[in-house]
């Protein structure tokens, strides 16, 4: 299903013993497909709560005002708790990326991207994404988001002048 598509009704959260809740959408999982967007900076790690280093990527949305409005959107229906701490920051989606997320070339096949940090840089992507649960960390609420495909190209870096 792809992002724009969602129908905010049919998500549904149960609360769970951590303080969390858990997220469903018509009682399945709630996974879609965002839109065309470019990894500026790569893959960049991160310390969870259980000490182990994760990996995120952040996907730019500078250029896709009617992404950002809808992502506002999601987020004010699913009436989430305060204080809360949105994925979508300075018009960059964060994501999480799991040994589980498979990455995919332009022409869909299983690439051999070495995935570690910086990994990603300057390549335009899409993504589906699934969000599990809201997540209740640090005395905050967010969006657990997990990025289970991603599909990318590399755009060619821009030069101030030709050699």
Same mark, same amino acid.
């Given at each position: ?43 960049? &790690?991160?310390?969870?709560?259980? #000490? *182990? ?5 952040? @996907?730019?949305? +500078? $250029? ?47 690439? &051999?991207?070495?995935?570690?940090? #910086? *990994? ?5 992507? @899409?993504?589906? +994404? $699934? ?33």
């Amino acid at each position: 299903m792809l992002w724009h598509e969602i129908d905010f009704s049919k998500i549904t959260k149960t609360l769970t013993p951590r303080g969390g809740y858990e997220v469903k959408y018509d009682n399945g999982p709630l996974k879609f497909q965002i839109p065309l967007g470019n990894c500026k900076y790569g893959l960049n &790690s991160f310390t969870n709560d259980r #000490g *182990a280093v994760s990996l995120t990527i952040n @996907i730019d949305y +500078v $250029e896709h005002q009617s992404f950002q409005n809808w992502f506002r959107d999601l987020e004010t229906a699913m009436d989430l708790p305060e204080p809360f701490s949105s994925n979508l920051k300075d018009e960059s989606l964060r994501l999480r990326v799991e040994d589980t997320t498979l990455f995919l070339n332009w022409v869909e096949k299983v690439d &051999s991207l070495e995935i570690k940090e #910086g *990994a990603l840089r300057g390549h335009d992507l @899409i993504a589906i +994404v $699934e969000i599990p649960a809201v997540y209740f960390f640090k005395e905050q609420y967010g969006l657990t988001m997990r990025a289970t495909q991603v599909r990318y190209k590399y755009k060619e870096p821009a030069f101030l002048f030709d050699i």
